[in-house]
């Protein structure tokens, strides 16, 4: 059973004090700890620890305060000495803090670092002194709560809510421990010894210990509470940042759109504890939808999956609702839902129509959805299935759409980064493409052209010189043909569904008058639906396949061939050339055993996930079949 479905409240913290004590019996507490953090909010100040550097920093800044505190006390009881009764002891005292206040501010500034043991010896003398020294306060309005006040304020900006909680009640035990040692009578004897002695009194203050000691009890739990409720918000508001930053450091160009995401979801898997996580986008401008998703498990999530939703399931993922961020719970025979708008206020009376349309589809009892938008072309939802919400479940929420808002943008910067990273490419081709066309390319056909005419001049005088000239017109044919073909690849194809037959049919085209071997297009099909993924390696193969039939095949026939096949498509190149060297047909998993068949052709078949088939009869031609399964899955660009 999912630990929020009954007594949620009283079972987490129930499990948490398990925990807690798991931690303390074990040696590997610190460790068992930390991987409590990301589940219970208020333990998320552990998923930022503060560096050596800012530790250094803090503690020379709380040294600094503590001299200043010392010598401001000086200063206001010798402008008021009855603060503290005229006693010379009180003077010595706060003299020798001073001291002790000078000597930790230099060490902190010649250490290397400051250790958790020096901290906590120094705040324990940071504890012991006002008590200490409130006993010659003769009133409850003296200087001397200021130093109560302080060793709450150090262990709170060192620490958080319950280290500054456990110090107010360690001053109040050891106040009334003192209570106790001078109603028993150890300040009359100490002052009887000293006078007996000629030692000047203490001038401890012993009147109304009681009702002076009850209220400043009060004063310091109400003052510690107040200020490590303070200081825990902060670190936790700090903890939230250093993760939104961390995920965002995971917005890396090198790693891709796809590379991105994977991670930013496995640490939201990572955070909440939830089991599956799924990214719901659609493209602006053709409304198609892509679904990803990661799997947790306890080594690393898994691979972050795509596959296009057939436009019947929009609505499950994509559906219109008010509320950006939601969180339903499975109770009885129904959803409970909570719902926020993109300010992060609360919604009333939402329908949980769309969690039922999920139900049906995935096996979870809770959920949390929010919504994302990328510029002007992507918008979508991110779903967390059976997520840890240990806290304030509004405050979950609202982090999470801060922290979509921040990473949004990130994510949005890869992908247009790469896109224009693909763009310049392509335009730096193109501009290859024509400076090969403007300059190799024509003098190669110029000096085609002057050997061509060569050659007719010599024909009728010597034959090996006909003969050498027609080999030099071959090859630098063949060499046109070959920087035509390289300038071709180098371009980018925008090709599309509405384009692709158009283009097999010009390249086709372009291919018989350049070689001068008889080639045809056919296609079965009017109009075709194909992602555009797929139409660039189709069109890539055919380019490849015509190439490899003027280099390899010696044919004078060749026939490109486009239609369906079972809800998919086949692409088929035939020609009447040598062919390859084996007899028969051969599948895909058989040309890799034996290492046969064209690679490039092989790699861009199985980037779509298709089926190559290769028959050849040598000496009489080959078939290329190319089976393209109906669309499955896409990928963003």
């Known amino acids: 059973m999912h630990p929020l479905a009954a007594n949620?409240?009283?079972?987490?913290?129930?499990?948490?004090?398990?925990?807690?004590?798991?931690?303390?019996?074990?040696?590997?507490?610190?460790?068992?700890?930390?991987?409590?953090?990301?589940?219970?909010?208020?333990?998320?100040?552990?998923?930022?620890?503060?560096?050596?550097?800012?530790?250094?920093?803090?503690?020379?800044?709380?040294?600094?305060?503590?001299?200043?505190?010392?010598?401001?006390?000086?200063?206001?009881?010798?402008?008021?000495?009855?603060?503290i009764g005229y006693s010379a002891w009180a003077y010595w005292a706060l003299g020798v803090y001073i001291v002790h206040g000078v000597v930790v501010m230099m060490l902190l500034r010649f250490r290397q670092q400051s250790t958790a043991a020096f901290r906590l010896l120094v705040h324990a003398a940071d504890v012991i002194w006002p008590v200490f020294i409130s006993a010659f306060a003769a009133g409850q309005r003296g200087p001397f709560f200021l130093f109560f006040v302080f060793v709450l304020m150090a262990a709170a900006y060192r620490w958080g809510l319950w280290e500054t909680l456990g110090t107010a009640a360690t001053e109040?035990?050891?106040?009334?421990?003192?209570?106790?040692?001078?109603?028993?009578?150890?300040?009359?004897?100490?002052?009887?010894?000293?006078?007996?002695?000629?030692?000047?009194?203490?001038?401890?203050?012993?009147?109304?210990?009681?009702?002076?000691h009850l209220m400043l009890s009060v004063y310091l739990l109400v003052t510690g509470l107040l200020l490590g409720y303070l200081a825990e918000q902060q670190k936790q508001l700090r903890a939230e940042k250093e993760v939104i930053a961390r995920i965002l450091g995971g917005a890396r160009v090198d790693a891709g759109l796809t590379g991105t995401l994977q991670r930013i979801l496995g640490e939201l898997l990572s955070m909440y504890g939830a089991r599956r996580a799924l990214i719901a986008s659609q493209e602006a401008n053709s409304y198609r939808v892509f679904l990803g998703e990661v799997r947790a498990s306890k080594e690393n999530p898994s691979l972050l999956n795509w596959q296009e939703v057939p436009p019947a399931d929009r609505d499950i993922y994509l559906y219109k609702y008010p509320a950006d961020a939601c969180y339903a719970v499975h109770k009885r025979d129904s959803f409970?839902?909570?719902?926020?708008?993109?300010?992060?206020?609360?919604?009333?009376?939402?329908?949980?129509?769309?969690?039922?349309?999920?139900?049906?589809?995935?096996?979870?009892?809770?959920v949390v959805t929010v919504c994302f938008v990328s510029g002007d072309e992507w918008w979508g939802r991110i779903f967390l299935f059976d997520p840890l919400l240990a806290g304030d479940q509004q405050e979950e929420l609202r982090f999470l759409l801060e922290l979509v808002r921040q990473v949004g943008p990130a994510v949005y910067?890869?992908?247009?980064?790469?896109?224009?990273?693909?763009?310049?490419?392509?335009?730096?081709?193109?501009?290859?493409?024509?400076?090969?066309?403007?300059?190799?390319?024509?003098?190669?056909?110029?000096?085609?052209?002057?050997?061509d005419?060569?050659?007719?001049?010599?024909?009728?005088?010597?034959?090996?010189?006909?003969?050498?000239?027609?080999?030099?017109?071959?090859?630098?044919?063949?060499?046109?043909?070959?920087?035509?073909?390289?300038?071709?690849?180098?371009?980018?194809?925008?090709?599309?569904?509405?384009?692709?037959?158009?283009?097999?049919?010009?390249?086709?085209?372009?291919?018989?008058?350049?070689?001068?071997?008889?080639?045809?297009?056919?296609?079965?099909?009017?109009?075709?639906?194909?992602?555009?993924?797929?139409?660039?390696?189709?069109?890539?193969?055919?380019?490849?396949?015509?190439?490899?039939?003027?280099?390899?095949?010696?044919?004078?026939?060749?026939?490109?061939?486009?239609?369906?096949?079972?809800?998919?498509?086949?692409?088929?190149?035939?020609?009447?050339?040598?062919?390859?060297?084996?007899?028969?047909?051969?599948?895909?998993?058989?040309?890799?055993?034996?290492?046969?068949?064209?690679?490039?052709?092989?790699?861009?078949?199985?980037?779509?996930?298709?089926?190559?088939?290769?028959?050849?009869?040598?000496?009489?031609?080959?078939?290329?079949?190319?089976?393209?399964?109906?669309?499955?899955?896409?990928?963003?660009?």
């Open 172 to 212: 109040i035990v050891l106040l009334w421990a003192e209570s106790l040692a001078i109603n028993r009578g150890v300040a009359q004897w100490a002052e009887g010894f000293f006078l007996r002695h000629g030692i000047p009194p203490l001038g401890l203050d012993i009147s109304d210990l009681g009702p002076k």
């Open 413 to 451: 910067n890869v992908y247009l980064i790469r896109r224009l990273r693909l763009r310049a490419g392509a335009l730096e081709r193109a501009r290859f493409a024509r400076e090969l066309h403007d300059g190799a390319v024509q003098s190669l056909i110029a000096v085609e052209m002057q050997v």
């Open 8 to 83: 949620g409240k009283f079972r987490l913290r129930l499990k948490f004090c398990v925990n807690i004590a798991l931690h303390i019996l074990k040696p590997s507490g610190n460790h068992r700890l930390s991987r409590l953090a990301p589940r219970y909010r208020f333990l998320w100040r552990l998923r930022a620890p503060l560096s050596p550097g800012e530790i250094r920093r803090i503690e020379r800044w709380l040294a600094s305060a503590r001299v200043f505190l010392a010598i401001s006390a000086l200063f206001a009881i010798w402008m008021d000495p009855s603060e």
């Open 453 to 637: 005419v060569l050659r007719r001049q010599s024909a009728a005088q010597t034959t090996p010189l006909t003969q050498e000239l027609t080999r030099i017109q071959k090859l630098l044919r063949e060499e046109v043909l070959n920087l035509r073909e390289l300038m071709q690849q180098m371009k980018s194809l925008d090709v599309d569904a509405k384009k692709l037959l158009r283009f097999f049919a010009d390249t086709v085209e372009r291919f018989q008058r350049e070689t001068g071997i008889t080639a045809r297009f056919v296609s079965e099909l009017t109009e075709i639906e194909m992602p555009q993924r797929v139409c660039r390696e189709l069109a890539r193969i055919v380019q490849e396949g015509l190439v490899n039939v003027r280099k390899h095949s010696g044919a004078s026939h060749v026939l490109v061939r486009l239609g369906s096949d079972h809800g998919g498509w086949k692409l088929t190149v035939e020609d009447d050339g040598h062919g390859f060297p084996f007899s028969g047909r051969l599948s895909h998993s058989e040309l890799e055993a034996l290492g046969k068949g064209p690679s490039v052709i092989k790699e861009r078949v199985r980037l779509i996930e298709g089926e190559l088939t290769i028959e050849s009869s040598p000496g009489q031609g080959s078939l290329l079949e190319i089976s393209i399964p109906p669309k499955r899955e896409a990928a963003y660009g």
């Open 336 to 366: 409970d839902v909570l719902g926020l708008d993109r300010e992060g206020m609360r919604l009333r009376n939402l329908s949980a129509d769309f969690v039922n349309r999920l139900a049906r589809v995935y096996d979870f009892h809770s």
